[in-house]
């Protein structure tokens, strides 16, 4: 099976130039955890995640210390907000190289890369580069299993 | 001749390049040491057993005996459980956080290196200010500060005095009636500097005072057992150290017996620990002291000893005293380590000319210990703690640390020439 028969061909995406603020809105009103950048011709040049975004909210310290279980309480922290001159920058200050794969890669494949690159969503292109739908991890390995379900599955 | 000329030559551009931080400094003292040692025997100035017999093994020794221990100790959340515990203790109030971080951070660096506190306690730093709600920029200078400050004091608490130690025949005794109370006087005024310095973000209460009593101090500390054995370990070693001149045993036996005593007890996968040690450090150490030696092989030395001894009718007191400015202004801005080794032998020079050298060993060991304070890349643990930072919201500049670091090493400095200029007969 490959990844064109299990993508969502209806996929939300925004310009570079948009402000941080803005996408946010994005996510907050679709719930989605990543955010493809398309260029005005539609072609993926990066993208975002909602880690991204949340790591302007996130205090310093969960980057220095690697069990906060002891913090019960995260005081200030929970009540601190973005400076507002960082939410109006644009996103792609925020943007990262996206990992995609094109329409007839496997599914296997997609869902390694997936694994590999923690990616919660896998954007996919077509060969001129146009962002032509997503795949979440989900739809992926929905659509893998689902070769489980036939007698002679595993067979050659 | 040629020996002095290509020595003396190879030496500076060494150093030169260490200085610059163009290139990893322990690259730069390695390939200088093979280089130093090569040109010796084809010119006939060194030989490899010369090379062997200028590594000071008792330095090596202790420094590895300590990061061993260090290594052991530092899994098992004991550091940041001092830390929480100062903060705890503090009730989130501004400047008692202050002085209770800032004493937890030079008491560690006086038994520990600066570096290693420094890199424990300013995570735990950036976590309590941030959730009382604080910027952490004051506790995290203070921090760096007080643990070079604090490090001189102790003739475990940093290299340089290792070093001198070793030389100079000091003795863990030696350091506490000697450095530790200039030390104590300038920790002191370097506190109350650092009160008044960050005056205005230290007079704003924190949001969430509460927050910090939420921290279940229990859970960070991982590993009660084998912090116990090695703290019981170190403790003894401690004690020891006290007695270490009347039993003529070196600091470095000591450090290494209480690792291989700590070893023993704990028991763990040795190479986890190994890795923890600081390899490219001891390196650095064995290659520069390599290049020294084929300086001093050739005799170049004793000619700088000769055209410094012309300076020989200035009081020994006004020696001293600029002594450690000057020390204190190149350590300042260069790694003060590479400083004391190359500062030694002169030292050791005028001191085989007829000079009294004791009164000079301590004048280094202040301005190599204070200096450090006067720059963002004055010392280890400055450069340490700036990185964390950059990787916060509150990045330490070079501006602010101009503006808030250099008076307290000034001060520092102007309390050790003081003081040793009114108690210099007890420096003799």
Request: proline share 5%.
């Amino acid at each position: 099976m490959i990844i064109r028969d299990c993508m969502k061909r209806d996929v939300i995406s925004i310009p570079p130039t948009i402000t941080i603020r803005d996408a946010a809105r994005v996510v907050v009103e679709r719930h989605i955890g990543l955010l493809p950048i398309v260029d005005d011709q539609g072609r993926l040049i990066g993208v975002v995640r909602l880690n991204d975004l949340l790591t302007l909210e996130l205090p310093d310290f969960v980057n220095f210390i690697t069990d906060v279980d002891f913090v019960h309480d995260f005081g200030a922290v929970e009540t601190t907000r973005p400076e507002p001159y960082l939410l109006e920058q644009q996103v792609s200050t925020l943007m990262q190289p996206a990992i995609e794969v094109e329409e007839d890669c496997g599914v296997v494949r997609a869902y390694a890369l997936m694994l590999q690159h923690k990616l919660p969503d896998l954007p996919v292109v077509a060969k001129d580069g146009r962002l032509v739908g997503l795949a979440s991890h989900v739809d992926i390995g929905a659509a893998i299993l689902s070769n489980w379900q036939y007698p002679n599955s595993g067979q050659p | 001749m040629i020996g002095i000329v290509i020595s003396t030559l190879l030496f500076l551009v060494s150093l030169g390049l260490i200085f610059s931080e163009k290139l990893n400094r322990t690259i730069v003292a390695f390939a200088g040491a093979v280089l130093m040692v090569g040109l010796g025997m084809l010119f006939g100035f060194y030989s490899e057993a010369q090379a062997i017999a200028a590594i000071d093994f008792n330095t090596l020794g202790l420094l590895l005996g300590m990061m061993i221990l260090v290594a052991l100790l530092e899994p098992t959340g004991v550091f940041q459980y001092l830390a929480v515990w100062a903060g705890q203790l503090s009730g989130g109030k501004p400047v008692r956080l202050l002085v209770l971080l800032g004493t937890v951070t030079t008491v560690l660096s006086m038994f520990l290196d600066n570096v290693t506190t420094v890199v424990l306690i300013a995570p735990v730093t950036i976590l309590i200010c941030e959730i009382l709600g604080m910027s952490p920029l004051p506790y995290l200078m203070a921090e760096a500060l007080l643990s070079d400050t604090g490090g001189v004091a102790t003739l475990l608490g940093d290299p340089p005095n290792i070093l001198i130690a070793s030389a100079a025949d000091f003795s863990f005794t030696d350091f506490l009636t000697h450095s530790l109370p200039i030390v104590l006087v300038a920790w002191l005024v370097a506190l109350l500097l650092l009160r008044f310095l960050f005056r205005r973000e230290l007079s704003k209460p924190p949001a969430h005072p509460d927050a910090i009593l939420e921290l279940e101090v229990s859970e960070i500390l991982t590993d009660r057992v084998t912090a116990r054995r090695v703290l019981i370990v170190l403790g003894a070693a401690l004690l020891v150290f006290f007695f270490h001149a009347v039993l003529k045993i070196s600091p470095a036996f000591i450090a290494l017996s209480a690792a291989a005593a700590a070893l023993l007890w704990v028991r763990p996968d040795p190479s986890t620990i190994l890795k923890k040690i600081e390899w490219s450090v001891l390196v650095f150490f064995v290659a520069l002291f390599v290049v020294v030696g084929g300086v001093q092989a050739t005799g170049a030395l004793e000619r700088l000893v000769s055209v410094l001894n012309n300076f020989g009718n200035v009081a020994p007191v006004l020696f001293g005293v600029i002594l450690i400015w000057l020390v204190a202004g190149i350590s300042a801005v260069v790694d003060n380590v590479p400083v004391t080794i190359a500062l030694i032998p002169i030292i050791q020079g005028l001191g085989a000319s007829g000079m009294n050298i004791d009164s000079l060993w301590w004048a280094l060991v202040f301005g190599a210990g204070f200096g450090g304070n006067g720059t963002i890349i004055g010392s280890t643990a400055n450069i340490v703690v700036a990185n964390l930072s950059e990787r916060t919201r509150t990045p330490i500049t070079s501006a602010l640390w101009n503006k808030r670091g250099l008076p307290v090493m000034l001060a520092t400095c102007l309390v050790a020439s003081l003081l040793y200029v009114i108690a210099y007969p007890l420096f003799r």
